[in-house]
């Protein structure tokens, strides 16, 4: 299960000395927690939550800033996916359209 401690520690603007310093660690250590190179064991884990005033559960979910974030980008991948399908489906019904009226696009265009 991954830990979400980079996030809550930048969502709190806390440095990785200052939760180093409050965790009584070494920032080398934070940075491996944080790359998952390491991982705290459960007396960390509640160490680190009381230094970012978290409940130790909330380490192993994302924070609420990186959820809508995440959301933002999905909806603009959508948005661009619904887009490009929708493009492509109307090109289909123009070519389906001249292709069902020979010479209908050409003769509208005259008679406007």
Same mark, same amino acid.
């Given at each position: 299960?991954?830990?979400?401690?980079?996030?809550?520690?930048?969502?709190?603007?806390?440095?990785?000395?200052?939760?180093?310093?409050?965790?009584? %660690?070494? %920032?080398?250590?934070?940075?491996?927690?944080?790359?998952?190179?390491?991982?705290?064991?459960?007396?960390?884990?509640?160490?680190?939550?009381?230094?970012?005033?978290?409940?130790?559960?909330?380490?192993?979910?994302?924070?609420?800033?990186?959820?809508?974030?995440?959301?933002?980008?999905?909806?603009?991948?959508?948005?661009?996916?619904?887009?490009?399908?929708?493009?492509?489906?109307?090109?289909?019904? /123009?070519?389906?359209?001249?292709?069902?009226?020979?010479?209908?696009?050409?003769?509208?265009?005259? /008679?406007?």
């Amino acid at each position: 299960m991954p830990l979400y401690l980079k996030p809550h520690r930048e969502e709190q603007e806390v440095t990785q000395a200052v939760l180093a310093r409050r965790v009584g %660690v070494s %920032v080398g250590t934070v940075r491996r927690w944080e790359s998952g190179a390491r991982t705290p064991g459960a007396d960390d884990i509640e160490k680190i939550a009381r230094a970012l005033a978290l409940h130790p559960g909330d380490l192993f979910l994302p924070p609420a800033s990186l959820l809508a974030a995440i959301r933002e980008r999905q909806a603009a991948q959508l948005a661009r996916e619904m887009t490009d399908e929708l493009a492509a489906i109307w090109l289909e019904v /123009g070519h389906t359209l001249s292709r069902a009226t020979p010479g209908g696009a050409r003769r509208r265009r005259r /008679g406007n």
